[in-house]
């Protein structure tokens, strides 16, 4: 059980293209949803948490403009990278919590390229 | 403010050899502790966590770890390790179950035929 989808696993588009990663919950509602951004090497930086109908909620330094999620189901969190830059090229990981004491559940993550 | 320290960059132990993983936390209360291990190239796995109750916690392929509150530590433990568990290990605290977690930078494991 709790297994997390993400889709694509790996993209690569032109400079200025916006790119939208899918992540879904396939066996458990998901009351909550992060996105996470790491670096080769390092460790998963928390980009945003969504809580599904409401607003996402950025850590400082995120562009909300540039980085934009969507949770409108208990199964499906959007993160729209909008016109993307070679620095924005990463591997963008999501999690989903169903809530209560419950831990959260990792997607095998996307490596977004952008030439 | 939450903080989470894994002193180890990378480890390498000969196979069938014990491995403890270090790990500190840095929180004022009772945290929620959590061990995620991650393949190259995938997402993170989770091996184990601790809420409340028993100190010693055992998790999946064969791991446990142990919260001990005097040395704010969470190390994570496997008495005879495998090839198949090289990989990079994280430990995280987060202050409520519901709340985001902070990732430690991550240990290197390596295993030595």
């Known amino acids: 059980g709790a297994v997390v989808s993400q889709h694509p696993s790996r993209v690569i588009c032109k400079s200025g293209t916006s790119v939208k990663i899918e992540c879904r919950s396939l066996d458990f509602q998901a009351t909550t949803m992060f996105w996470y951004r790491q670096f080769p090497k390092q460790s998963l930086m928390l980009m945003a948490t969504s809580n599904e109908g409401s607003k996402a909620t950025y850590e400082q330094g995120v562009e909300k403009d540039k980085f934009l999620i969507n949770h409108a189901s208990l199964t499906l969190s959007t993160l729209t990278v909008t016109s993307a830059h070679p620095e924005d090229s990463s591997f963008y990981i999501c999690s989903a919590r169903e809530g209560g004491n419950q831990p959260q559940h990792f997607g095998d993550g996307t490596r977004l390229s952008i030439l | 403010a939450q903080s989470v320290t894994q002193p180890d960059i990378h480890i390498t132990v000969s196979e069938g050899a014990s491995l403890e993983l270090r790990c500190n936390y840095s929180y004022g209360a009772t945290p929620y502790l959590f061990w995620y291990v991650q393949s190259p190239g995938q997402g993170l796995q989770l091996l184990l966590k601790?809420?409340?109750?028993?100190?010693l916690v055992q998790g999946i392929k064969g791991f446990e770890a142990e919260f001990k509150r005097s040395q704010s530590s969470f190390n994570l433990r496997k008495p005879s390790v495998h090839w198949s568990d090289a990989a990079e290990y994280f430990c995280a605290v987060g202050y409520s179950s519901a709340s985001k977690i902070i990732f430690g930078s991550g240990t290197r494991l390596s295993i030595r035929p």
């Open positions: 601790y809420f409340s109750g028993d100190t």
